[in-house]
């Protein structure tokens, strides 16, 4: 168990650059090992999580090269994937396991998806019945946690209506129709992470999305476009983004960022919140808005998130947390029900630290309330396995009177193994 302590400092100044997008990472190896020929991913996401993406991939015999600054998929069509009778291990990864279950639904073969103790307690049921409507015969423990068994074969489409935004669901249905003879549906309510539908149209898959309906036509070849730059990761950034408007003094430019619109919630609650953060240039890469941004120290006052932008900022709700201690009012996160099935359960989880750390918050079923602006005192706070929680209060640490002890802080490398050594080199001492 390692254990790392961050302590206050001045302010956070320069440029930085966040390493490559995951959510991006996953869906190029997927796609990419789907397709014909080759593609070429450059600046990926260097964590475990994707790394757990591509021994999957070459355990069904996928070959897959790494260097330092690229991974390199050879694709041979949809139905190239090899039965070797080995486990296909997603580790910590919610993303690997649940696109390549819709992925191996329409396999000729029956394949063993599981991960770690983690993993294995996240439901997957919200996947298990879609790709059931579709044909596939899946298992689970209890019907709704890992392992899954899925005996694959023949898929015929659906019309399908995401109860919950989930950005996964949705990739897994869509993969799975890559494989089903007609037209498949996915409606979504409200919308949620979009990189699936742009790669899948990069890669020339039959798709078309309207109205928040998506619809792809299977049983069509997609073709390898070659060299894929992947754009800096919001979500990584999103640590910076937050120290930067905390600490007085501070000026940061991000630079190639990823800003889909689906993406930066966080960019527009800190503005909600009046904090100063200008998109200084955007442009498009393969859909993807990716661009420069520029964040300033601010003060904030508090705000309300609810069912309109939870799905968009999901990820940084516990950086939200944090902004609301250091804000002047109340502010209230509702319909966040999904942070309970995250890693860990992020809201007992973000109550727990923050109340280790002498801050008051009230949680609540589907979130929290905190009322600031209140000091941090500082102590120790819990990963719970969760790399969020490790970077969140590494970000409270740098704002507290004493510092911030962090335990098992060594699974920051699921998402972002240099994410200490690229604080240090950002920030001013005390």
């Keep these: 168990m390692t254990k790392t302590r961050v302590t206050p400092v001045r302010r956070i100044r320069g440029e930085y650059i966040p390493p490559g997008d995951k959510s991006i990472s996953h869906r190029l190896a997927i796609l990419g090992s789907l397709a014909h020929g080759v593609t070429r991913i450059h600046h990926y996401c260097p964590g475990e999580d994707f790394r757990s993406t591509l021994q999957c991939l070459k355990t069904l015999c996928v070959p897959v090269r790494v260097s330092r600054d690229t991974v390199e998929i050879h694709g041979q069509g949809l139905y190239t994937y090899r039965d070797t009778g080995d486990v296909l291990d997603a580790g910590n990864s ?40 579709m044909g596939a015969q899946v298992e689970a423990r209890k019907g709704n946690y890992p392992p899954l068994i899925i005996r694959g074969g023949p898929l015929r489409p659906i019309r399908y209506v995401l109860p919950v935004a989930s950005a996964q669901v949705k990739s897994a249905i869509l993969l ?10 996915v409606v979504e309510p409200v919308p949620s992470r979009n990189h699936t539908e742009y790669l899948l149209q990069a890669y020339g898959a039959r798709i078309a ?41 501070s000026d940061l430019v991000v630079r190639n960022v990823n800003l889909n619109e ?28 990716v661009g420069d941004v520029r964040v300033r ?22 950086l939200v947390a ?13 319909n966040a029900k999904e942070l309970r099935v995250k890693e860990t359960d992020r809201i007992a989880a973000i109550v727990q630290n923050c109340r280790a750390l002498g ?13 600031g602006p209140q000091k941090i005192r500082g102590g120790t706070v819990r990963s719970f396995g969760d790399h969020r929680m490790v970077m969140t209060f590494s970000i409270a640490g740098l704002i507290s009177e004493e510092g911030v002890e962090i335990e098992n802080s060594e699974v920051v490398g699921i998402s972002y193994p240099s994410f200490f050594e690229d604080l240090h080199r950002l920030v001013e001492p005390a």
């Design 209 to 249: 999305v309207e109205d928040g309906v998506i619809r792809i036509e299977g049983g069509h070849p997609l073709r390898a476009f070659g060299d894929y730059v992947v754009p800096g990761d919001i979500s990584s950034a999103a640590y910076f983004i937050v120290a930067a408007v905390l600490l007085p003094g």
């Design 94 to 133: 919610g993303t690997t396991i649940r696109l390549l279950a819709g992925v191996m639904a329409g396999q000729p073969f029956t394949s063993c998806l599981t991960g770690d103790d983690s993993l294995r307690n996240r439901p997957m049921r919200r996947i298990i019945y879609p790709l059931s409507l």
């Design 176 to 185: 799975a129709g890559l494989f089903a003879r007609g037209v498949t549906e």
């Design 359 to 371: 801050i008051a918050i009230e949680e609540k079923p589907d979130g929290f309330i905190i009322e």
């Design 322 to 334: 944090l902004l609301g201690s250091q804000a002047e009012g109340v502010t209230v996160v509702r």
């Design 297 to 318: 120290s601010s003060s904030l006052r508090g705000t309300r998130i609810g069912r309109d932008m939870i799905g968009r900022v999901i990820d940084e709700l516990p």
């Design 262 to 289: 689906t993406r930066t919630g966080i960019l527009d609650v800190i503005q909600r919140m009046g904090g100063r953060v200008e998109v200084l240039e955007r442009r498009r890469v393969r859909g993807e808005w």
